[in-house]
């Protein structure tokens, strides 16, 4: 072999060296294995992303109670890329999921087109969708600051969600630089800023997007428009009130504001007569086509007459904020911020999604308040991620048991879980009388109507004193001492009255 071949071969054998992934190695025995895909990931790939604040790093902290001081030992967070929480993406036209941004597709968007067309996001009326560029194409705007991030969860394929700290003039400017188009814009209550929702017309992918825009001063927050799912699992004279040690004689909600983010409701139901004293359509234009949810929903709250709820005379202000089940991060932070207008001290929120920063933002804002959070921990089944708003810190995420206090086989698991209630076949109102109901969503009301009695008694009682009143006096349920599946135990609404600081 000459000297000038021996040189070539070890030049190659350089260059495929230096091509081969390297893997991190670890004997850390707390790394789940999500984390050390991320690891890898990382190390192969130079993006540290899943392992940022949010990310579950090793050593990271795990979504508590509302508190955030109880815990399981040794819980670790849910990585930023969590497992799809909706398996059937093609339920609802125009979402993507998981990490694969789908491209817009001609199936109108409900929750932005209500009419049923393909709205045009220029030209015309009725004129095609701009092409997507070709893959070589450079997109408007500067050049890419951050790696595409991948996104969990369903979200709508064409927008994303972004505080802006400016004014309309400088949301304008952020749509002439990235080659995006305004579709809303409103100052938001609890998130303290502009909420731009921009949408996407040439159809890069929705991370791509947020990368685009991570490195713009002008904004702080750039999230998925993702989209939510209401909590009912399936459809005997309610057993609640024993359950949860109430006395449904004694039950009153009078003068507490309820405020219940939900589907349309039927304020001519007999159960709700006199309950509902607000109302806030946050899809004005979209066709309402059910109602039972959340009239169930508030009729266990605040129910009257023939049908008692566990908290009769408390006052519902109801935000209409899902259709088909669905609904999207905007129109329930439009919801929020409504309810946090109202001065409400409860809020409801029977629905769970993916983690999303700016509901996080909103939760925080809305317990900074003094708001109580209630929302259900998820019907997904044991082994599915965190449920959100649920698992986020500051909320109180309810799971649900049955007659015999055992759980929900739907409710999702996880050391997020706070407490237990009955949700599990309970009669409720629906439209044109009443019916078996079963899901978290139910079992959220009943802890929200338990709630509502406390202030009734104690008004000025804090979030804070009814949080950890709840936690200290549950009947404990399975293993000892606060786990996955009950959280604390079985609210004990009595015990729960007694309780002070």
Known sequence: MTT??????????????????????????????????CLNQTTAAGNANCLQPGGAAPGGTTP???????????????????V???????????????????????????????????????GQAGSPPPAPPAADATPPGPAITAAPRAISGNFVPDEVLVTVSGDATDAQ??????????????QSTLLGTSLVRFGIPDGRPVGVVLAQLAGDGRTSEREPNHIYELQQAAAAPSFAFQRISLDEA???????????????IDETHPALKGA????????PGVAVTARDHATSVAGLISGTGDFKGMAPGAKIFHARAFEGGKSTMEIILNALDWAAEQNVQIVNMSFVGPKNALLEQ??????ARGMILVAAAGNNGPGAPYGYPAAYKGVIAVTATDAKDAIMK??????????????????????????????TSFAAAVVSGAIANLLHIEPKRSADSIEKALASTATDLGDKGRDTDFGFGLINTRAAEAAKE
């Open 4 to 37: 000038s071949g021996l040189i070539t071969r070890l030049v190659l054998a350089a260059a495929l060296f230096a091509a081969t992934p390297v893997f991190a190695q670890t004997n850390d025995p707390n790394l789940t294995p999500q984390q050390l895909d």
């Open 64 to 82: 508590g109670g509302p508190s955030g001081s109880v815990g399981l030992p040794g819980a670790v967070g849910l990585p930023e890329l969590i």
């Open 84 to 122: 799809d929480l909706f398996p059937n993406p093609g339920d609802f036209p125009g979402v993507a999921s998981g990490g694969q941004p789908a491209t817009p597709v001609p199936t109108p968007n409900p929750l932005r087109d209500p009419a049923g067309g393909a709205a045009p996001s220029s």
């Open 173 to 186: 400017a952020l749509a002439a630089a990235y080659g995006l188009e305004i579709r809303s814009q409103r």
């Open 250 to 264: 004694a039950a009153n909600g009078e003068n507490v504001n309820v405020a219940v983010i939900d589907t349309a």
């Open 276 to 283: 509902i004293v607000e109302s806030f359509d946050a899809m």
């Open 362 to 367: 909103a939760s925080r804002g809305a317990r």
């Open 410 to 439: 739907q409710a999702n698991r996880g050391p997020y879980v706070y407490i237990s209630a009955p949700g599990v076949d309970l009669m409720a109102p629906v439209g044109g009388g009443t019916d078996l109901v079963t899901g």
